[in-house]
T-cell receptor
């Protein structure tokens, strides 16, 4: 296992179209996260899964965004009716549950760069 | 409000010129502090985790330290390949899953 894998690496879409991104986490990691990052900013938390359960979702996430992790392995992030403001890098990360805080480092994929035109 | 502040925003060094990056935090109970390196167009690459004041971690030319208010990332004799954005993030008591991020320090090392 070489790390967190995201597909596609780049996506250009027209405003109003739907897009879906995939993330394959590190195989022994049961936690999976989605973040969004724009230029010059730190990553912004979107949502978090433990196994197949979506346990937390950012209040900033509109109803156009939905994420799934149906079998507790890979995850998908869908954006419906895309807007130009959705243009960003979408990052997926995974981690172990760990003992308390220790051992819970998040490892990131290379991201999906979305451009809405 | 939980907050992470990094300084400077940008730093330009000559090859071999050692320096330090700062990450100060104001949070309600620190669980862990994380340093990442990010190259343009790529995801963050994990470097270090620090859990308690006084802890230090080293990797090649990088050394991370932690106090009760801040962390430093010391870069000794940097090389051009150390050029990147260095991001600091924390997790807090009661929610050790979600990372709270600083805006990063953009480091450029000139040959």
């Amino acid at each position: 296992d070489t790390g967190v894998s995201q597909d596609p690496r780049h996506k250009i879409t027209k405003r109003g179209q739907n897009v879906t991104f995939r993330c394959d986490p590190i195989s022994e990691h049961n936690r999976l996260y989605w973040y969004r990052q724009t230029l010059g900013q730190g990553p912004e938390f979107l949502t978090y899964f433990q196994n197949e359960a979506q346990l937390e979702k950012s209040r900033l996430l509109s109803d156009r965004f939905s994420a799934e992790r149906p079998k507790g392995s890979f995850s998908t992030l869908e954006i419906q009716r895309t807007e130009q403001g959705d243009s960003a890098m979408y990052l997926c990360a995974s981690s172990r549950q760990g003992q308390g805080a220790k051992g819970t480092e998040a490892f990131f994929g290379q991201g999906t760069r979305l451009t809405v035109v | 409000e939980d907050q992470v502040t990094q300084s400077p925003e940008a730093l330009r060094l000559q090859e071999g010129e050692s320096s330090s990056l700062n990450c100060s935090y104001t949070v309600s109970g620190l669980r862990g502090l994380f340093w990442y390196r990010q190259d343009p167009g790529k995801g963050p690459e994990f470097l270090f985790t620090l859990y308690s004041a006084g802890e230090e971690k080293e990797k090649e030319r990088l050394k991370a330290t932690l106090t009760k208010k801040e962390s430093f990332l010391h870069i000794t004799a940097p090389k051009p390949e150390d050029s990147a954005t260095y991001l600091c993030a924390v997790t807090i008591a009661g929610n050790n899953r979600k990372l709270i991020w600083g805006l990063g320090t953009s480091l450029a090392v000139n040959p």
